[in-house]
C-alpha cells in the first residue's frame, strides 16, 4: 500500500484553485484509470539488462517482439548469446530498430562481461548491498542511474521510486518539482520531495512505477496532453496554468483516496 501522507507541493503557484492530490491518491487514480499493470516478461537482472537493449525508440510492443524472439531462438543466457552467430543475431536486431550492428556488440558485451566478472549468473549481485548491485548493473550498455535503480527494483531490491522520463513528467506536471532544463537537477528534484510519502513494499513502487510511466505515454503527452481526459486534472498544476477552462470548480483542498 502507498503511504497517504500529505503531499509535498513545492510549485504549486495558485493553492487556493487546486485540490491537493496525495502521491497515493494519485496513484489510486492512475490505477483505477489504466488497471493493474504487468511488469516486464524479464525475470532477473541478467534479462533485464538485454530488455533494456532489445530496441531503440520503438513501442513496448515491439521490445517485448525482440526480446522474445531472441529468448526463442537463442536462450537467454551468456553464454547462449556470447556464442550464437550474427546470422541468428542480426536478424533479430534489425526488429529492433536503428543500427542493428551496434545491438548485436551490445548483446555479446552483455553476454561477456556477465561470463567474466560474474562467472555467468548475474544473479549474484541480488546478495550484494544496493549501492554495490547497482554499480555493477552500470557497468552495461545503457544502463544508467535510473536504469539500474528500476532493474533494481523489479528483481525486488529498492532505493526509492526510479522514474524514467514519462513518469518524471507527470510529477513534475502534478507539482512536485519545478521544471528545468537540466534533467539530472530536475530528478534529483523529484526524488527528494517525493522521498518522504513512497511505499516501502516494492510491489506498490512497481505500480507506481509502471502507471505513472503509462500516464506519460498515453496522455500526459510530453506536446499536447489530453488533460481533458486526465483523472489526475482536478489536482495539477500545469492543467491550471495551461487548460484551467475545462477544469471543473474545486471541491475541497484534500482528496481522499477512492
Ligand atoms: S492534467 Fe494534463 S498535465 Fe496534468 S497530469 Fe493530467 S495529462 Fe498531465
Given at each position: 500500500m502507498l503511504r497517504d501522507l500529505s503531499p509535498l507541493r513545492v510549485v504549486n503557484?495558485?493553492?487556493?484553485?487546486l485540490q491537493v492530490l496525495t502521491l497515493s491518491t494519485t496513484i489510486s487514480r492512475l490505477k483505477q484509470h489504466y488497471g493493474h499493470l504487468g511488469p516486464p516478461?524479464?525475470?532477473?537482472?541478467?534479462?533485464?539488462?538485454?530488455?533494456e537493449n532489445a530496441c531503440y525508440l520503438l513501442p513496448d510492443e515491439r521490445r517485448r517482439e525482440v526480446f522474445e524472439a531472441l529468448e526463442k531462438k537463442v536462450g537467454m543466457k551468456p553464454a547462449?548469446?556470447?556464442r550464437a552467430p550474427d546470422s541468428t543475431l542480426l536478424p533479430l536486431a534489425q526488429r529492433g530498430g536503428m543500427r542493428p550492428e551496434t545491438r548485436v556488440f551490445r548483446w555479446r558485451e552483455i553476454a561477456r562481461i556477465?561470463?567474466?566478472?560474474?562467472?555467468?549468473?548475474?544473479?549474484?549481485?541480488?546478495?550484494?548491498?544496493?549501492a554495490e548491485a547497482k554499480k555493477a548493473l552500470k557497468q552495461f550498455p545503457n544502463i544508467g542511474e535510473p536504469g539500474a535503480d528500476k532493474i533494481l527494483l523489479f528483481c525486488g531490491?529498492?532505493?526509492g521510486l526510479p522514474l524514467e522520463s514519462n513518469g518524471l513528467r507527470v510529477l513534475?506536471?502534478?507539482?512536485?518539482?519545478?521544471?528545468?532544463?537540466d534533467y539530472g537537477r530536475m530528478y534529483r528534484d523529484v526524488q527528494q520531495n517525493i522521498a518522504s510519502v513512497l511505499p516501502h513494499n516494492p510491489e506498490a513502487l512497481q505500480q507506481a512505477f509502471l502507471l505513472l510511466r503509462e500516464h506519460g505515454r498515453v496522455l500526459c503527452k510530453d506536446k499536447n496532453p489530453h488533460c481533458n481526459l486526465c483523472p489526475l486534472a482536478e489536482g495539477c498544476d500545469y492543467a491550471a496554468k495551461t487548460a484551467a477552462t475545462f477544469l471543473p470548480p474545486p471541491r475541497s483542498k484534500t482528496l481522499s483516496s477512492p
Open positions: 503557484q495558485n493553492p487556493e484553485s516478461p524479464a525475470r532477473g537482472p541478467f534479462a533485464l539488462v538485454m530488455w547462449a548469446i556470447a556477465t561470463l567474466q566478472q560474474f562467472n555467468g549468473d548475474l544473479n549474484t549481485i541480488l546478495t550484494r548491498p544496493y531490491m529498492s532505493s513534475v506536471r502534478l507539482g512536485w518539482a519545478r521544471a528545468q532544463k
